[in-house]
């Protein structure tokens, strides 16, 4: 059976900086885009790869402190970075991977996200760049 | 050369290198680096001869 339960190890990192302990969730996904390759003669669609169309979407407790969400945010919206996300603390390794979006856009950032009794939390999502994985120390 | 002030990024006062990718400015300007003088030596000191 496959399954993986995530309680507190997965470590995420935007632009280098550690927001693990900011982050409820974290959802990568590698992507291509799909290209209609269906010709007359074929009775079934047909489909190739295209360009690939990556994105990281985080879920962060939005926090003004110094050093934490929003100052490390505010600053990269509109331009592109690099976003890391681990199932479990380093070391790199073929069971903990490392997901990697290298030159990642984030084109929005929710700057307030108040409900009236509940910690403020944020999504945001990096898209494009390109796709990696760290296996090895 | 950078050095770290936040944890976040690694241990504050060491040399930050910037990898592929970052966007240092963005660091900068969040507070989690600072801009640092590289170290002079005795001998980027001594004037030159001059004949």
Not at chain 1, 55 to 69: C, H, I, R
């Amino acid at each position: 059976m496959a399954t993986s339960t995530y309680l507190s190890n997965p470590v995420v990192t935007v632009n280098s900086v550690d927001l693990s302990d900011q982050c409820t969730a974290a959802t990568m996904t590698h992507r291509f885009d799909q290209l209609e390759a269906t010709a007359f003669g074929d009775t079934d669609r047909k489909y190739v790869k295209g360009l690939g169309n990556h994105e990281l979407t985080l879920t962060l407790y939005m926090s003004y402190q110094s050093a934490e969400t929003y100052a490390t945010l505010s600053s990269l919206v509109g331009t592109t970075t690099t976003v890391r996300v681990q199932p479990a603390a380093p070391p790199d390794s073929a069971t903990n991977p490392g997901f990697v979006l290298t030159g990642a856009f984030l084109a929005e950032l929710p700057v307030l996200n108040a409900t009236m009794g509940e910690l403020s939390t944020v999504d945001v999502t990096f898209v494009g760049g390109v796709y990696s994985v760290d296996t090895t120390v | 050369m950078y050095k770290i002030v936040s944890p976040r990024v690694g241990t504050p006062g060491d040399t930050y290198t910037p990898v592929e990718g970052v966007n240092v400015e963005a660091l900068l300007a969040g507070g989690f680096i600072v801009k640092s003088k590289p170290k002079t030596t005795k001998s980027d000191n001594i004037p030159e001869n001059k004949e």
